[in-house]
Every structure is written in structure tokens, then in C-alpha cells.
T-cell receptor
């Protein structure tokens, strides 16, 4: 699989439920970020977690990072219909500024 | 503070024509990145520029594609002699010097080659 591979590819839940998305990567990283993309739109930066951090919160978002397993998870609590979007993780290696994106998880929150 | 601006938002070109995509970074941002997104896929890095310099073009196709970020004006991604496979969404991102890993994305230009 590619660097920054999200799982599942698609997720459909009811409003109010929690949504969990996972991201795995292959090589060592400096930072891992999560972005949201609404259909036909640009990307919105959600949260950045550094390689020496294990967990980070921002509002209803909780991100974990396990560098030993080369994986990260994004938890959205109390989901809303407006959370419907594609979610991408992106990694950087520090020396190079380019971000490497996964193929994304399509989240659908049903009202 | 306006976000990253891209224009046009949609561009239709016939095979063999040239496509020019423009990106104005956020105010105070001196680093620009171009990414390409094919349908149902994630973004793929193309090129990273600072004013008047190409820093990393490892993701750029060797032929027909070029990018610049002049001292004055927007960054330009140019695709010469477009082919159907160039049809994609092209996103520009910018970052300030002090927060080099948080990139702020524009709305994208959707290129369709007919």
C-alpha cells in the first residue's frame, strides 16, 4: 500500500455516532496531518501531530499516533451531517516539505 | 486575510492546447506547492517553489509541465500540449516560513481536456 493509506475507504454512520478513521504509513515521518475535503472543494487543515506526540485533541477531533506501528487514527465524536466529507492523512519526512497523501476515507453522516 | 486563491476554478482545453493555472498564496506566505488529484484519489505532490526558485520538482512529469513563482505576481503551473490524462484537479498550497509543515490549500482548478 502507499505511504499514508487510509482505512476504511468509505464509512457511513448515523448522526450523533462516533467515526473512526485509520491511516498507516511505511517510512519514518516528521509530522502527520489530517485534512478534510468536501466534494469538489479544496482541502481544509484539521490537525497536525508531531512524531514525538501520541495524542492530540481539537474540539470534537481526537488524533492518535503510534510510530511503532506506523499508524494514526482520527476520531470524530458526536458526528453531524456537516461532517460528511473525504478525510485524508498526509505525512512529511521533515527534510522535504512535500506532503504525501493517502487515498482518503469517504465519510457519510446520515441525518 | 484572504486564503489561497486559484484561478480559473474550471478550465476546459482541447488536446494539444496549453493550460495555465494560477495561484496566489496567502499574504505573508513565501512557499508554494502544487499537487494534482485524480478522481477518487488522494493528492500527489508535484512541485515546491519559493520566490524565483524551484526547490523540489521531484513530482513533476519530465515533459510538458513547468512551474514558476516570480518575484511579483502569482505562481503559474503550465501544461503544454495537454492530453486527456492531464484531466484532474490541481491544488495549490502555501505555507509561511515559520510553520513550514502546515500547508493551506486553495480551492483548486479543475482541468478537463476534451
Amino acid at each position: 500500500s502507499q505511504q499514508g493509506e487510509e482505512d476504511p475507504q468509505a464509512l457511513s454512520i448515523q448522526e450523533g455516532e462516533n467515526a473512526t478513521m485509520n491511516c498507516s504509513y511505511k517510512t519514518s515521518i516528521n509530522n502527520l496531518q489530517w485534512y478534510r475535503q468536501n466534494s469538489g472543494r479544496g482541502l481544509v487543515h484539521l490537525i497536525l501531530i508531531r512524531s514525538n506526540e501520541r495524542e492530540k485533541h481539537s474540539g470534537r477531533l481526537r488524533v492518535t499516533l503510534d510510530t511503532s506501528k506506523k499508524s494514526s487514527s482520527l476520531l470524530i465524536t458526536a458526528s453531524r451531517a456537516a461532517d460528511t466529507a473525504s478525510y485524508f492523512c498526509a505525512t512529511d519526512k521533515g527534510s522535504a516539505r512535500q506532503l504525501t497523501f493517502g487515498s482518503g476515507t469517504q465519510l457519510t453522516v446520515l441525518p | 486575510n484572504a486564503g489561497v486563491m486559484q484561478n480559473p476554478r474550471h478550465l476546459v482545453r482541447r488536446r494539444g492546447q496549453e493550460a495555465r493555472l494560477r495561484c496566489s498564496p496567502m499574504k505573508g506566505h513565501s512557499h508554494v506547492y502544487w499537487y494534482r488529484q485524480l478522481p477518487e484519489e488522494g493528492l500527489k505532490f508535484m512541485v515546491y517553489l519559493q520566490k524565483e526558485n524551484i526547490i523540489d520538482e521531484s513530482g513533476m512529469p519530465k515533459e510538458r509541465f513547468s512551474a514558476e513563482f516570480p518575484k511579483e505576481g502569482p505562481s503559474i503551473l503550465r501544461i503544454q500540449q495537454v492530453v486527456r490524462g492531464d484531466s484532474a484537479a490541481y491544488f495549490c498550497a502555501s505555507s509561511p516560513p515559520e510553520q513550514i509543515y502546515e500547508q493551506y490549500f486553495g480551492p483548486g482548478t479543475r482541468l478537463t481536456v476534451t
